[in-house]
């Protein structure tokens, strides 16, 4: 069975920094494509930038040169680096990871991130 935390979210001002963290519980060796999620209140859940096993990665628009995705197997961790913090970019933060042999999809709790002066 594999579990996803998620940490790292808090209150930032316009223009920070913040970095979350996803550790994953079992080996992220059986994982493929891990991802970050965000969903806003009253929105839907949309992708925010994903990651392979490989190390290939994509990234909404709306993040692109602000956001970065990395992955450390041998922490089985998945952080995102997120620069630049704009007032749109508050919302729950959720992992995501899809394991390769079964397709199974998996995700963690959330974390809550607040973009305020």
């Known amino acids: 069975q594999v579990q996803l935390v998620e940490s790292g979210g808090g209150l930032v001002q316009p223009g920070g920094s913040l970095r979350l963290s996803c550790a994953v519980s079992?080996?992220?060796?059986?994982?493929?494509?891990m991802g970050w999620y965000r969903q806003a209140p009253g929105k839907q859940r949309e992708l925010v930038a994903q990651?392979?096993?490989?190390?290939?990665?994509n990234y909404a628009d709306s993040v692109k040169g602000r956001f970065t995705i990395s992955r450390d197997n041998a922490k089985n961790t998945v952080y995102l680096q997120m620069n630049s913090l704009k007032p749109e970019d508050p919302a729950v933060y959720y992992c995501?990871?899809?394991?390769?042999?079964?397709?199974?999809?998996?995700w963690g709790q959330g974390t809550q991130v607040t973009v305020s002066s």
């Open positions: 079992g080996s992220i060796f059986s994982l493929g494509v």
């Open positions: 990651i392979t096993n490989s190390g290939s990665t």
């Open positions: 995501k990871a899809v394991r390769e042999a079964t397709s199974l999809v998996y």
